[in-house]
């Protein structure tokens, strides 16, 4: 047998390619050492790389070859399915293996510094055992539908309408994964909904060693948590989309809890949906997957409804689990009729008058923060806009500044208007610290509690507002979607959402499909224990069908009309699409290039792949770079990827204008 005397190794570069060195003496490393990470060294800099191959011999001449440092035992190699996982991404998103592997490492893990040794935080002991219920009839037939289907590949799309005992569903599963001796993978799409969820699993699996994966985590506890994954140690993983790359050597089940949610497509970077990479996994390790939502994706609900079975299995929750809770009831407020004053129409007032006198709470949901959207000279016609962004600047009275939401741009709010000097300068548009003055007016004994960005930047402060809402402290609460996802609030009975329209008159094409996702999903919050629910919907549009299918909490009918738009147009889920964007400084810059890059050679054309005219894009200015994109579509996601493997290696090769950046993305979500 020849000897293996070459390291082939993937580094953290944007280079389609891997890196040879040379094996030192006395060290030999066999195949068995493959998954290991290496440190090497690297135009004068020493880096980390994951061991891909050894060899007996490479095409570079030994001149070239520099030596391999330490191979890094303090880990179990990782695991071939986690190369398959990140070989298939790369070769998916067309992004670099090597910096695929090397950045879904945790920091600490993939940087030559020296680490100190971390102190071992205690998992905390929980006060909480959990009452383990009784199921209900429906999720029952799902866990025997799932039991049933054997082992091997299979996906279920779980359909339960928001309070209907999905969660219970997730965890009897995971009980059954752990009885067989797998381990267990949960993502979920928010890290505000993973403490709430973790201290679930942990009542119930503590002896499991139940690890979270967020980016919330420190770098300490995030390797620590990875490194328990990857020795099999912890039995389940929870987290976001990131936790999608946990190794994990006995897996035996994956959950998507929310599989519709946008926020497991990651937005920069490597754009992968965390999602998809969930469903490869799957298959890949012949595993069983539960998609789980109330609005379930366009694109998932199509594989469940293909004729011939579909392929994902439909299960549904109709009802909501706990005893006596009903899906709250459903009305449209016409603002033609019930004129808003404020923001806040007299019907939704009421609503909230007899919440505050029956000790029950409310939500006001408006998904823009800020107070205004811009500030205006009524005399010349000045607004505020970003000077690095076509944008305007949003007004925020809490902290008095002006502030751009794209690119974090904040300046004082000017006392006269800067072109004419006139002092009368006026607000328009609402956001929610404006709604909470009004309401703060309306009711001026109430405790007003406001959730969005501005006022829970980071975890502590959303815990602590949370603490707030939960022990009833809070009785109205106004806040953007933040508050629309996952919470169980037992006191919350009325849910008024006071400008739904905007989303409805968006250009997107996808925008109906998260409006109704969103108020389904906020919708939601109210009701969900003894007390009944009702939900406001404040719109001058009231027969629109999309707030009639939200009425009958009708997402099937929804669905089917949506599917139906989306065939007749040759959308997604009956087109495959991906996005060239450029960033320059100049627009001519960006659209130039574009230019270039549709005007590929002959011989890369792939007859069912169109490509669209370069565009700027919706936000065409963002941190001063001018930005435009190129649209590219087939009915064949096969063609299409066919056609982009050859078309990016090629366009790595134009000569781009310095100052230029591109990426490719693949299905992506915002145009
Ligand atoms: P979903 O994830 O579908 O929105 P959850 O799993 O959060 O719903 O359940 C909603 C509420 O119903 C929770 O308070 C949960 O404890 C309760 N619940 C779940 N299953 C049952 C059951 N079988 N019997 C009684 N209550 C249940
Ligand atoms: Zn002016
Ligand atoms: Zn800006």
Redesign the pocket.
């Known amino acids: 047998m020849a000897l293996l005397q070459i390291a082939r190794v993937a580094l953290d570069l944007p280079l389609r390619r891997l890196f040879d060195y040379r094996i030192p003496e006395g060290e030999s490393l066999t195949r068995q050492d493959i998954g290991y990470r290496v440190r090497v060294p690297f135009a004068q800099q020493q880096k980390i790389g994951v061991l891909v191959d050894v060899l007996a011999d490479t095409e570079l001449a030994p001149a070239q070859l520099k030596t391999l440092g330490d191979v890094l035992r303090d880990l179990p190699p990782l695991p071939a399915s986690w190369f398959r996982l990140t070989e298939f991404c790369a070769a998916y998103y067309h992004v670099p293996l090597g910096q695929v592997m090397l950045s879904t490492l945790p920091a600490g893990l993939r940087t030559p510094m020296p680490r100190k040794p971390t102190r071992r935080r205690q998992v905390p002991a929980t006060g909480r055992t959990e009452q383990v219920?009784?199921?209900?009839g429906e999720?029952e037939a799902s866990l025997q539908a799932i039991a049933s289907g054997g082992t091997g590949f299979r996906a279920y799309l779980l359909h339960?309408?928001?309070?209907?005992?999905?969660?219970?569903?997730y965890l009897r599963l995971i009980e059954r994964a752990l009885a067989s001796g797998q381990q267990s993978l949960l993502l979920v799409p928010e890290i505000n909904l993973t403490p709430q969820l973790e201290a679930r699993v942990l009542a119930r699996f503590a002896s499991a060693r139940p690890v979270s994966l967020h980016s919330g985590l420190g770098e300490a506890a995030r390797a620590r948590n990875w490194r328990a994954a990857l020795t099999g140690e912890a039995r389940i993983v929870l987290g976001t989309r990131l936790a999608v790359f946990a190794p994990l050597p006995e897996l035996g089940l994956i959950i998507v809890?929310e599989e519709h949610d946008a926020s497991f497509k990651q937005q920069d970077g490597i754009r992968y949906s965390a999602r998809d990479l969930a469903v490869f996994r799957a298959r890949d390790g012949e595993l069983p997957i539960i998609l789980?939502s109330?609005t379930p994706s366009l694109e998932s609900w199509a594989n469940a409804q293909r004729s011939g079975g579909g392929r994902y299995q439909l299960l549904s929750?109709r009802e909501?689990?706990?005893?006596g809770?009903r899906l709250p009831l459903v009305r449209c407020i016409d603002t033609r009729v019930d004129r808003p004053r404020d923001g806040l129409s007299a019907a939704v007032l009421a609503a909230i008058e007899q919440r505050l006198a029956r000790a029950e709470q409310s939500l006001v949901f408006l998904n823009r923060r800020g107070y205004a959207h811009v500030l205006a000279c009524v005399a010349c016609g000045w607004t505020s806009s970003c000077q690095r962004c076509a944008a305007n600047l949003v007004v925020h009275l809490a902290d008095h500044c002006l502030r751009c939401h794209h690119c974090g741009f904040a300046a004082g709010v000017p006392r006269r208007c800067p072109t004419c000097g006139n002092q009368d300068l006026a607000t328009f548009g609402r956001g929610t610290q404006r709604l909470e003055a009004s309401l703060a007016e309306h009711f001026p004994q109430a405790c007003i509690v406001r959730a969005d960005r501005d006022s829970a930047s980071n975890h502590k402060q959303w815990e602590a507002l949370q603490a707030r809402i939960e022990s009833g402290e809070a009785q109205i609460l106004v806040g953007t979607q933040m508050l629309a996802k996952?919470h169980?609030f037992?006191r919350l009975t009325l849910v008024a959402a006071v400008a739904p329209d905007a989303a409805l008159v968006a250009a997107d094409w996808r925008a109906p499909e998260r409006l109704f996702a969103q108020l389904m999903q906020v919708a939601?919050r109210a009701g969900?224990?003894e007390r009944p629910g009702e939900v406001l919907l404040q719109t001058q549009f009231p027969e629109h069908p999309l707030y009639a299918a939200l009425l009958r909490q009708d997402y099937q009918a929804f669905a089917t009309a949506q599917l139906a738009e989306r065939r007749q147009a040759g959308f997604p889920p009956y087109a495959f699409q991906a996005m060239l964007r450029a960033e320059a400084g100049r627009m001519e810059d960006a659209l130039t290039f574009l230019a270039a890059a549709r005007a590929f050679p002959p011989s890369l054309a792939e007859p069912a792949v169109s490509c669209y005219d370069p565009v700027p894009m919706r936000l065409s200015r963002r941190a001063s770079l001018e930005r435009a994109q190129l649209l590219i579509e087939s009915p064949s996601r096969r063609a299409l990827q066919r056609f982009l493997t050859s078309w990016v290696v090629w366009l790595e090769a134009v000569r781009a204008p310095s100052r230029l950046r591109w990426h490719l993305e693949v299905d992506p979500l915002e145009f």
């Not at 219920?133 to 209900?136: D, Q």
């Not at 339960?160 to 219970?168: F, N, Q, R």
């Open positions: 219920p009784v199921l209900t999720q339960g309408v928001t309070g209907s005992g999905k969660t219970e569903v809890d789980g109330a929750l909501r689990a706990f005893v809770a996952g169980d037992p939601g969900r224990a």
